[in-house]
C-alpha cells in the first residue's frame, strides 16, 4: 500500500507542476504582445513583427515551445497515473499518451514556423514566404486542436470510468474537448463562429489543465500527510 501511494504520488506531482507550467505559459505568452490576426495585411504584418520581433518570438518560445514540452510531461503522467485502474485494456490511456505528443510534435513544430516568420519578416519581407508560413501555421491549429480535443476528451472519459476526478471536472473536459474539435474547422472554414468557439474552447482547456492540476496537487499533499 505504502508502495502504490509512493507512485501515486510521484505521478500526482509530475501532473500537477507540468499542468500549472503549461497553464502559466500560456497565460504569460497571451499577455506578452497582440499580434495582428493572420489575415492583416503584410504592411501590417511586416509592421509588427519588425517592431515587436524580440516579444514574438518570446511568445511563440513560451505558448509553443514550453508549452508542448510541459504537455508530454503532463499526458506521460496522467497516462500512468489512470492506466493502473484502466484494467486489463490499455487503449485509452495509451491514446491520452500518443495523442499527447502528436500535440506536442505539432505545437513545437509551430514554434519554428513563427521563429523563421518573425526573422525572415525582419531580414527580407518577403510577402509570399510570410503568407506561406501563416497558411501552415493555421493548418496546423486545424490538426492541433483536433488532436487535443481527443487527449481531453478520452482522459475525461477514462477518468469518469475509474472515477479519478470529480463529476464537474469530468464534464468540463468533455465540454472543452468538443469545442476543441468544433474549433478546428476554423482555419478551413474561415468563420466568425469558428473563432468565437476557439477563444472559448482555449478558456476551457486552461480552465481543464488548471483544475486537474490543483486536484492532483491537493491529492499529493494529503497522501504525504497521511503516511
Not at 506531482?13 to 489575415?39: D, E, H, K
Not at 478558456?203 to 494529503?222: Q, T, Y
Request: neutral net charge; hydrophobic residues 60%.
Amino acid at each position: 500500500m505504502q508502495e502504490k501511494a509512493l507512485v501515486e504520488t510521484s505521478d500526482g506531482r509530475w501532473i500537477a507542476a507540468s499542468g500549472l507550467v503549461f497553464v502559466a505559459a500560456w497565460i504569460v505568452g497571451l499577455v506578452i504582445v497582440a499580434p495582428p490576426a493572420a489575415t492583416s495585411s503584410t504592411a501590417d504584418l511586416i509592421a509588427f513583427y519588425q517592431a515587436n520581433r524580440n516579444l514574438a518570438m518570446l511568445q511563440t518560445y513560451l505558448t509553443n515551445g514550453l508549452t508542448g514540452i510541459a504537455l508530454i510531461v503532463f499526458a506521460a503522467a496522467l497516462r500512468s497515473a489512470l492506466r493502473r485502474f484502466e484494467g486489463e485494456s490499455s487503449t485509452l490511456s495509451s491514446i491520452i499518451l500518443g495523442s499527447g505528443l502528436v500535440v506536442a510534435s505539432l505545437s513545437c513544430l509551430e514554434a519554428l514556423f513563427a521563429l523563421v516568420l518573425a526573422n525572415h519578416i525582419a531580414a527580407t519581407r518577403d510577402a509570399v514566404v510570410i503568407r506561406t508560413l501563416l497558411d501552415l501555421n493555421g493548418e496546423i491549429d486545424t490538426f492541433k486542436l483536433f488532436v487535443l480535443g481527443i487527449m481531453i476528451g478520452t482522459a475525461s472519459l477514462l477518468a469518469a470510468r475509474v472515477r479519478a476526478f470529480p463529476g464537474w471536472l469530468v464534464w468540463l473536459g468533455i465540454v472543452a474537448a468538443l469545442l476543441l474539435i468544433i474549433a478546428s474547422w476554423g482555419s478551413p472554414f474561415n468563420n466568425e463562429i469558428f473563432t468565437m468557439v476557439l477563444y472559448v474552447s482555449g478558456i476551457g482547456l486552461l480552465i481543464w489543465a488548471a483544475a486537474v492540476s490543483v486536484i492532483m496537487g491537493w491529492r499529493v499533499r494529503a497522501v504525504a500527510a497521511s503516511a
